[in-house]
């Protein structure tokens, strides 16, 4: 079975930007749709972004629509998340997710779910 483990967080000034990256070991990264979940403390987690095995296709919650973007590198079992223009609400734990489905809801938003978790890596942005 895949694995996942995290890097890149850490603390940013508001309007900001970092990278995170997710490597995987184990299993056929190539073939999994992977992506990246968020938990702000006392809330759930939330779905941020998400790639298709291919790279062909990308999905992302509105509320990181246009300042992130993901992408994977399957040579190097890799994914990212290029985080740009950082707000203060951005501040979470960072998941990467590997080995689930993506969808697109008919009434609007994006839905999805991993079987495979990393550790997270904590994102904390700054005023």
């Known amino acids: 079975q895949v694995q996942l483990v995290e890097s890149g967080g850490g603390l940013v000034q508001a309007g900001g930007s970092l990278r995170l990256s997710c490597a995987a070991s184990?299993?056929?990264?190539?073939?999994?749709?992977v992506g990246w979940f968020r938990q702000a403390p006392g809330k759930e987690r939330e779905f941020v972004a998400a790639i298709s095995y291919s790279g062909e296709r990308e999905y992302y919650a509105d509320s990181v629509k246009g300042r992130f973007t993901i992408s994977r590198d399957n040579a190097e079992n890799r994914v990212y998340l290029e985080m740009s223009s950082l707000k203060i609400e951005d501040t979470a734990v960072y998941y990467c997710?590997?080995?689930?489905?993506?969808?697109?809801?008919?009434?609007?938003?994006?839905?999805?779910?991993?079987?495979?978790w990393g550790q997270g890596t904590q994102v904390t942005v700054s005023s």
């Open positions: 184990g299993g056929t990264f190539s073939t999994y749709t």
């Open positions: 997710g590997a080995d689930g489905w993506v969808t697109y809801y008919s009434g609007g938003g994006v839905g999805a779910d991993f079987n495979v």
